[in-house]
Nanobody, 114 residues
Framework: QVQLVESGGGLVQAGGSLRLSCAASGSIFSINTMGWYRQAPGKQRDLVATISSGYITNYADSVKGRFTISRDNAKNTVYLQMSSLKPEDTAVYYC????????WGQGTQVTVSS
């Protein structure tokens, strides 16, 4: 089992910045991918960004150039630095851990006001 604890969501004005964190604990497999997905009301859960334990990153086109994903393998923690936020970034952001099994965090709300 892997537990994921997210933090850093909140309310921000358009053009502002937020940083999300997600700490993993439990049966961590050394080779894994962590990342973030988001789900807006009435929509499906979509990829935001992922990063492998080898630091290979993948971003949704909608966030490229605005969001940066990083990780600290020693702390089993993944970060999402979000800048130039837009109202359409408003969603619940879910942390993902993908190893032999896949786990999700409980979600953290990000609201961007116009």
């Amino acid at each position: 089992q892997v537990q994921l604890v997210e933090s850093g969501g909140g309310l921000v004005q358009a053009g502002g910045s937020l940083r999300l964190s997600c700490a993993a604990s439990g049966s961590i497999f050394s080779i894994n991918t962590m990342g973030w997905y988001r789900q807006a009301p009435g929509k499906q859960r979509d990829l935001v960004a992922t990063i492998s334990s080898g630091y290979i990153t993948n971003y949704a086109d909608s966030v490229k150039g605005r969001f940066t994903i990083s990780r600290d393998n020693a702390k089993n923690t993944v970060y999402l630095q979000m800048s130039s936020l837009k109202p359409e970034d408003t969603a619940v952001y879910y942390c993902l851990y993908r190893g032999p099994s896949t786990y999700w965090g409980q979600g953290t709300q990000v609201t961007v006001s116009s």
